[in-house]
């Protein structure tokens, strides 16, 4: 196996990870994804807990502010969102917002419409690291950690087949 350049894996990492949303110079939001989730991340104000936050999740929509504020996100998801399977938290003095995908294995370009879109080479790294969720979930007995692929990822949503909700279901 041919070891990546570290310039290459360092941008790997990045494109796998937490995606910034940035809005006139400062970080608004921290989002990622696996097969079956987004995650938004916020750093909430200094001394505001769980209890000042209003937040509400639609299917296609958030919002999130302060109780008694006009929302500081008011957006449109990427993609759909079952909102039975979604929720918030303050986790390590972070709001972590956790939403259920509705099409399992779906690459979402961005966590909110309108707030950029991922990179031709970003969105080619989640689309692997889907994929090789994907593998791992629907072949439990192999380790795929250091599986790669040579050109471009197909979608974990659609190929062979496409993803099963339940892999013992195949």
């Known amino acids: 196996m041919q ?3 570290p310039e290459l894996k360092k941008l790997t990492e990045k494109a796998r990870g937490r995606q910034q949303f940035v809005f006139e110079g400062r970080t608004v939001y921290e989002w990622e994804q696996n097969i079956d989730e987004t995650h938004i991340y916020i750093q909430p104000p200094e001394g505001v807990t769980k209890h000042q936050l209003d937040i509400k999740i639609d299917p296609r929509h958030l919002k999130v502010g302060l109780k008694g504020n006009p929302p500081f996100l008011n957006e449109d998801f990427y ?3 079952e909102t039975d ?3 918030w938290m303050i ?3 972070e709001l972590h917002i956790q939403l259920q995908k509705v099409h399992k294995g779906e690459t979402w370009g961005a966590a909110l419409k309108g707030h950029g879109q991922l990179d ?3 969105e080619q790294e989640v689309n692997k690291k ?3 969720e994907r593998f791992q979930e629907e072949h439990p007995g192999f380790d795929f950690s250091q599986a ?3 050109g471009q990822a197909p979608s ?3 190929f062979m087949g496409g993803v099963h909700h339940d892999p013992r279901m195949r």
Do not use: Q, T, W
């Open 3 to 5: 070891e990546e350049a």
């Open 79 to 81: 993609s759909l969102v």
């Open 85 to 87: 399977a979604s929720f």
């Open 91 to 93: 986790e390590d003095n």
């Open 120 to 122: 031709m080479f970003s």
């Open 130 to 132: 889907l994929m090789l």
């Open 148 to 150: 790669s692929f040579s």
């Open 156 to 158: 974990a949503r659609s």
